[in-house]
């Protein structure tokens, strides 16, 4: 045991798998640079054999991070495993995560296996990673629902043979804080080697409890492992949510008695890149990252706030990074600067053309906004007409005019392989008017289930506005994001960025089929 707790980050495999939530390669390693700034002790980078596109984000992790250990996902077979170990080959410190069920109901519906057979395929799946890779994660799937007495049986074998962490995943969210603490001791006290392995603790949020569950497998359950995702994202209702099992284990050290390694002033900024890459804006009343977090509105809250802050502030705002919210470029600035801000934020280009491409866009974004805040900055550089010129779909230019009384009208020009394509619109409103014309040429059939807004920078009308557009086409969710001072260009290139992906045939394995 250890009076330390061991953060476990699943945003770029767990996290991804919310509907839309895929990412390339490259924001993969933005994020990860950013995780590793916080240092995040694990970081699972992806699941490597799911498709060619996760192999090569992890790999690209591996090699790239070096304060953190890097995570692969792999079901408990030699080809996912091999792969794994292929993908993290680089890495400083590696760990593979490989994972079977064991509850009856997955074992009977969906493995269509007898215990004896998801007994021996852990075993066997465990010490073959061990030849592989010296740190060996396994998680039973659905473990919270499985049978207490052989999932003791499945856990002592794994260890036995090499698995260094066990963690106990409540992979539906159906936990209640008392008893899956409780549930996380007695299976510890069935197990008679338990004591050499790290106890992890892995819980969904469907009925809104994973943090509390997490901490309760921690303070009741005697885990030393917590899997969350910034922002909780995950597919449902959600992963726990980084921030707020970090902060709640520091602000109540008292109670926990543990210590954390991460650096809780990189906890908004890593907060805002996960959302402005995913699309998955956050709520202002979200704790620990929402707008509203730190805002007092009632007058009594606000005369305490001023006389002393402790009266209704338990967390100070800039101790999670909200005072990193800082003015760094203007329309001045050079390009030495502006590079040098790149990699400050984790950000690296593969060629000198990318950053003079992104460099031009940044002039131009400051000859129309004063002020140039590192989310600005993120945003576009994220812009996809920037990181690769060869999407499918790209905006050239877009015109609209509205008008009291008048239907809305807007000529759009954008190109569509290597062809340039020009198409008008009448709508019911600006936004509406660009869609429709966009559609009239590629008519894709798809439907639309999610049109946000949000203020990158927020506090004026000046900020950057981001938009994300949802469609759904033939079984696929995708996601896009736009971003540009006119919230109307900024509906186009997230339209189009969607388009983009819905475009794109990469087929990836999901870890729970």
Avoid at 193 to 213: F, K
Avoid at 285 to 297: D, I, M, T
Avoid at 480 to 501: R, T
């Amino acid at each position: 045991m250890t009076d330390r707790l061991i953060i476990f980050d699943t945003t770029l495999r767990d996290g991804e798998q919310s509907p839309g939530a895929s990412m390339t390669r490259e924001e993969k390693l933005r994020i990860a640079r950013q995780l590793e700034r916080m240092r995040v002790d694990v970081i699972e980078a992806g699941f490597a054999a799911s498709s060619n596109g996760d192999f090569e984000a992890v790999k690209a992790i591996a090699a790239a991070v070096k304060d953190s250990t890097v995570c692969s996902l792999a079901r408990a077979n030699d080809r996912d495993i091999s792969r794994a170990a292929e993908a993290l080959a680089g890495a400083s410190r590696a760990r593979i995560h490989t994972f079977i069920a064991t509850s009856e109901l997955h074992m009977e519906k969906k493995l269509r296996m007898t215990r004896e057979q998801v007994l021996e395929q852990a075993t066997l799946a465990v010490r073959f990673a061990r030849n592989l890779c010296g740190d060996i994660e396994f998680s039973p799937e659905d473990g919270y629902r499985s049978d207490i007495d052989f999932l003791a049986r499945v856990c002592e074998a794994v260890i036995r043979e090499g698995a260094s962490t066990i963690n106990i995943p409540d992979t539906v969210g159906y936990a209640i804080p008392e008893l899956y603490g409780d549930f996380i001791r007695r299976l510890r006290e069935k197990v008679p080697n338990s004591d050499q392995a790290i106890w992890s603790v892995h819980c969904h949020n469907d009925l809104g409890m994973a943090v509390a569950n997490s901490l309760a497998g921690v303070k009741i359950g005697g885990a030393r492992q917590i899997e969350c995702t910034i922002n909780g994202l995950g597919e449902r209702a959600g992963n726990c949510s980084l921030e707020e099992v970090v902060m709640a284990v520091r602000t109540r050290r008292d109670y926990f008695g543990l210590d954390v390694g991460i650096d809780t002033s990189q906890i908004v900024p890593a907060s805002k890149l996960v959302s402005q890459t995913t699309g998955f804006v956050v709520q202002p009343n979200k704790a620990v990252v929402g707008a509203n977090a730190f805002a007092h509105a009632s007058g009594i809250h606000q005369d305490g706030v001023l006389k002393a802050r402790d009266t209704y502030e338990i967390m100070r705002a800039e101790d999670v990074g909200w005072a990193a919210n800082k003015i760094v470029l203007g329309k001045l600035s050079g390009r030495n600067a502006f590079k040098q801000r790149l990699q400050e934020l984790g950000i690296e280009l593969e060629s000198e053309a990318e950053i003079n491409a992104a460099f031009v866009r940044f002039k131009d974004l400051a000859d129309r906004k004063n002020e140039i805040f590192d989310e600005d900055i993120v945003a576009l550089v994220m812009d996809e007409s920037v990181v690769n010129d060869a999407e499918h779909y790209r905006l050239l230019s877009l015109a609209q005019r509205s008008e009291t009384g008048e239907r809305p009208h807007a000529a759009i020009v954008f190109a569509v392989g290597h062809q340039e394509h020009r198409a008008e619109s009448d709508g019911n409103g600006p936004v509406d008017a660009t869609l429709q014309a966009i559609e009239s040429v590629v008519q894709s059939g798809a439907e639309m289930v999610l049109y946000s807004v949000n203020a990158i920078t927020g506090g004026s009308t000046e900020s950057q506005g981001e938009v994300t557009v949802r469609l759904q086409h033939a079984g696929r969710i995708v996601n896009g994001v736009g971003a540009d001072p006119d919230i109307i260009v900024a509906s186009a290139k997230a339209y189009l960025s969607a388009l983009n992906k819905l475009q794109s045939k990469t087929e990836r394995v999901a870890a729970q089929g």
